[in-house]
């Protein structure tokens, strides 16, 4: 889009949008018609403390993860989006073999439900298929997730003539399987510089499971993380965003670490 970081509703859209770009959800603004955005993104996970289902710490063996994203999301109309997110995993634990596969795949639609002055209220529903290889193979208690999820999002202009920008969104993750449901609330704030070339950006993504599902003990936690990145615009069309994700809060969860590397496309 030759005038992405242009300060008018419709750029300023395009540019809330590219922000989902280092997780698998679309944010407010959702896309253009007849925009395409992709995002190929790598991270590397690294932990060798946990924290127990009281909140105290523990020491574990040391585990790295590494995950490829394919992300790409599509403006059908002026109001609807549809997009999806593969990710390939490759494990690589301190005791035991390393493992290869194909982790999750996602699909959701995006709806704008109202936009007036700098300010968006839009609606998601996505559905996850998570350890989509055991699914394959015919694993039982691998059924898909499904998510609604709430957008608010608004911008305004900065000092260096570029953009400020707010985006929060809260989802309830509904897990058949043997998952345990999750209540998700995020949220994001970013700076975008007035030569329209640096994007700075800031996001906090949190992960509560519902108590009263005890009988579904596998993937039961609680997880705050924070995540700082700087992403660099290089053309109209090619983009590159280099951040850091640290876990801060947890319940029966990995301590860990995660750099990631991701390349967007627009077009």
Same mark, same amino acid.
């Given at each position: 889009?030759?005038?992405?970081?242009?300060?008018?509703?419709?750029?300023?859209?395009?540019?809330?949008?590219?922000?989902?770009?280092? @997780? &698998?959800?679309?944010?407010?603004?959702? =896309?253009?018609?007849?925009?395409?955005?992709?995002?190929?993104?790598?991270?590397?996970?690294?932990?060798?403390? #946990?924290?127990?289902?009281?909140?105290?710490?523990?020491?574990?063996?040391?585990?790295?993860?590494?995950?490829?994203?394919?992300?790409?999301? !599509?403006?059908?109309?002026?109001?609807?989006?549809?997009?999806?997110?593969?990710? !390939?995993?490759?494990?690589?634990?301190?005791?035991?073999?390393?493992?290869?596969?194909?982790?999750?795949?996602?699909?959701?639609?995006?709806?704008?439900?109202?936009?007036? +002055? @700098?300010?968006?209220?839009?609606?998601?529903?996505?559905?996850?298929?998570?350890?989509?290889?055991?699914?394959?193979?015919?694993?039982?208690?691998? @059924?898909?997730?499904?998510?609604?999820?709430?957008?608010?999002?608004?911008?305004?202009?900065?000092?260096?003539?570029?953009?400020?920008?707010?985006?929060? #969104?809260? &989802?309830? =993750?509904?897990?058949?399987?043997?998952?345990?449901? @999750?209540?998700?609330?995020?949220?994001?704030?970013?700076?975008?510089?007035?030569?329209?070339?640096?994007?700075?950006?800031?996001?906090?993504?949190?992960?509560?499971?519902?108590?009263?599902?005890?009988? =579904?003990?596998?993937?039961?936690? +609680?997880?705050?993380?924070?995540?700082? #990145?700087?992403?660099?615009?290089?053309?109209?069309?090619?983009?590159?965003?280099?951040?850091?994700?640290?876990?801060?809060?947890?319940? =029966?969860?990995?301590?860990?670490?995660?750099?990631?590397?991701?390349?967007?496309?627009?077009?």
């Amino acid at each position: 889009m030759p005038h992405f970081f242009k300060i008018s509703l419709t750029s300023a859209a395009l540019l809330l949008s590219c922000l989902s770009a280092n @997780q &698998a959800f679309a944010d407010a603004w959702g =896309r253009q018609k007849g925009s395409l955005f992709t995002a190929t993104t790598l991270r590397h996970f690294d932990f060798d403390k #946990s924290w127990t289902k009281n909140n105290h710490t523990k020491n574990e063996d040391h585990y790295r993860e590494t995950k490829i994203e394919n992300f790409m999301e !599509y403006g059908l109309t002026d109001t609807i989006s549809v997009g999806n997110n593969v990710t !390939y995993l490759f494990t690589n634990p301190e005791h035991g073999s390393n493992r290869h596969a194909f982790n999750e795949v996602e699909f959701w639609g995006h709806y704008k439900i109202h936009k007036w +002055d @700098q300010k968006i209220i839009s609606g998601q529903f996505l559905i996850n298929f998570h350890d989509v290889e055991k699914r394959f193979k015919g694993v039982q208690g691998h @059924q898909p997730g499904y998510e609604p999820r709430l957008f608010y999002g608004q911008y305004w202009t900065n000092w260096l003539n570029g953009v400020n920008f707010f985006d929060t #969104s809260v &989802a309830y =993750r509904y897990n058949p399987g043997r998952n345990a449901d @999750q209540i998700r609330f995020d949220m994001k704030f970013g700076i975008e510089t007035g030569t329209k070339k640096w994007l700075f950006m800031i996001e906090s993504l949190n992960k509560i499971s519902p108590r009263n599902q005890h009988h =579904r003990p596998y993937s039961d936690y +609680d997880l705050a993380e924070i995540a700082p #990145s700087i992403t660099h615009r290089f053309t109209d069309h090619i983009s590159l965003q280099l951040g850091y994700k640290r876990a801060i809060y947890g319940r =029966r969860i990995a301590i860990g670490s995660e750099p990631f590397l991701s390349l967007w496309t627009e077009f």
